[in-house]
């Protein structure tokens, strides 16, 4: 069985499968400063984990997208700030062209169900 969370015709907020959730977070603040924008995108990720009925520390991989590698130490103080350094998944930072101009991140992540 496939669950699409927040179906759309374009795409669905988040998709479960084999007790395995995908999803992929982008900033909700647009501010010139990558901090802010990786707590929002990190805020946005705690929230479809929590409606979908999980937790960050279930998460078994992560892939951040940044747009300038010059980011890296905001993004990383951010992230240290958040992620269960008890339950640390894979992680992946990449540079990459986002699709909206303002973002200076978006990320993507795959977790366990309980």
């Given at each position: 069985?496939?669950?699409r ?9 988040a ?43 279930r ?7 940044l747009v ?15 992620v ?10 990449v ?14 992540v ?5």
């Open positions: 069985m496939i669950e969370i927040n179906k759309g015709a374009r795409m669905s907020d998709v479960i499968h084999n007790k395995t959730l995908y999803y992929t977070a982008v900033p909700t603040t647009i501010e010139n400063d990558i901090y802010l924008q990786m707590k929002s995108t990190l805020a946005d990720i705690d929230q479809i984990l929590k409606t979908a009925g999980t937790d960050k520390s998460i078994l991989d992560a892939t951040i997208f300038s590698s010059r980011d890296l130490e905001g993004m990383n103080r951010a992230w240290d700030e958040w269960d350094s008890e339950n640390a998944p894979v992680r992946c930072t540079q990459a062209g986002l699709m909206n101009a303002d973002w200076k991140v978006e990320m993507k795959i977790v366990a169900m309980p």
